[in-house]
T-cell receptor, first 115, second 116 residues
Framework: KAGVTQTPRYLIKTRGQQVTLSCSPISGHRSVSWYQQTPGQGLQFLFEYFSETQRNKGNFPGRFSGRQFSNSRSEMNVSTLELGDSALYLC??????????????FGPGTRLLVL | AQKITQTQPGMFVQEKEAVTLDCTYDTSDPSYGLFWYKQPSSGEMIFLIYQGSYDQQNATEGRYSLNFQKARKSANLVISASQLGDSAMYFCAMREGLGTGNQFYFGTGTSLTVIP
């Protein structure tokens, strides 16, 4: 079974630009979550999608948005990039609702560098 | 207050020895799950082990075991017979309210280095 895939793996942008990251979950998984990982803030939850609907949202500004398609693939968008948006963006998928032992399976991440 | 606290930024262990990575958590929800992940330098988060709040026994998965002390709100990871490939960042995470969502709270991680 193929794992979670994320594209692109690496990205360099300049301040003020926008970026779109893509995530394909494990086949059969309908829940997709996004996390931002930085050395200073660690791993922070961005949002979770299920059935094309955002279920949960972390404490991030409106510049961070996402969506989910009918095939469960998800994209996240960051507009008006700032230097502080440089991070590893991780996508995770799971079945939904999760059983008590259900874990999230993470993709390899997209490393975004904002110059 | 932090939901997950990992107080050991870095740990060293001799190859073939056992090591314990500490994790304490904070929640008022009676239903929760605790997870440990390994993150090598490549960046991918690898699931290691799970402990449910209602589980009576400590979880074990191969060389990994979880020392779950509910009253103390701790969920320490024990790695037995350390191998060089165990060198990585280790994250403790929690999901509250079983069945209601997939938001995970992560600790700041512990960097483990296995010495030959």
């Amino acid at each position: 079974k193929a794992g979670v895939t994320q594209t692109p793996r690496y990205l360099i942008k300049t301040r003020g630009q926008q970026v779109t990251l893509s995530c394909s979950p494990i086949s059969g998984h309908r829940s997709v979550s996004w996390y931002q990982q930085t050395p200073g803030q660690g791993l922070q939850f961005l949002f979770e999608y299920f059935s094309e609907t955002q279920r949960n949202k972390g404490n991030f500004p409106g510049r961070f948005s996402g969506r989910q398609f009918s095939n469960s693939r998800s994209e996240m968008n960051v507009s008006t990039l700032e230097l502080g948006d440089s991070a590893l963006y991780l996508c995770a998928s799971s079945r939904f609702p999760p059983t008590d032992q259900e874990t999230q399976y993470f993709g390899p991440g997209t490393r975004l560098l904002v110059l | 207050a932090q939901k997950i606290t990992q107080t050991q930024p870095g740990m060293f262990v001799q190859e073939k020895e056992a090591v314990t990575l500490d994790c304490t958590y904070d929640t008022s929800d009676p239903s929760y799950g605790l997870f440990w992940y390994k993150q090598p330098s490549s960046g991918e988060m690898i699931f290691l082990i799970y402990q449910g709040s209602y589980d009576q026994q400590n979880a074990t998965e191969g060389r990994y075991s979880l020392n779950f002390q509910k009253a103390r709100k701790s969920a320490n990871l024990v790695i037995s017979a350390s191998q060089l490939g165990d060198s990585a960042m280790y994250f403790c995470a929690m999901r509250e309210g079983l069945g209601t969502g997939n938001q995970f709270y992560f600790g700041t991680g512990t960097s483990l280095t296995v010495i030959p």
